[in-house]
């Protein structure tokens, strides 16, 4: 599944998409303790700002630096970043019920700094 770190930490005026992912991440947990006794793995990953073209509809460009500059990283994830944490996750078979976050060490650091 994939979720979003907003089903973790969010924002302002995004209650119905933060509260879906929300779902989506506890929907996770139930159906990998559910789906374990037939030996099907499930679990998430929730991505925080990645370079779409939702994002960018949705800032523009002085923004998309600012948000590049709020990162440890001083970048935003790509999709490949989670294209290969996909490919991780289907290809080890003892994880199960987890949630990745691939967000770039966002929701590490204390908002009040």
Known sequence: NISSIHSLQTSKNIAAYASSKAALTGLTKNLAIDLSTFDIRVNSISPGAI???MLKSHINE???ESLKEAHLLKEI???KNIAQACHFICN???MNGANLIIDGGVNITLSSE
């Open 51 to 53: 370079d779409t073209k």
């Open 62 to 64: 002085k923004q998309l």
């Open 77 to 79: 994830g790509t999709p």
């Open 92 to 94: 080890n078979e003892f």
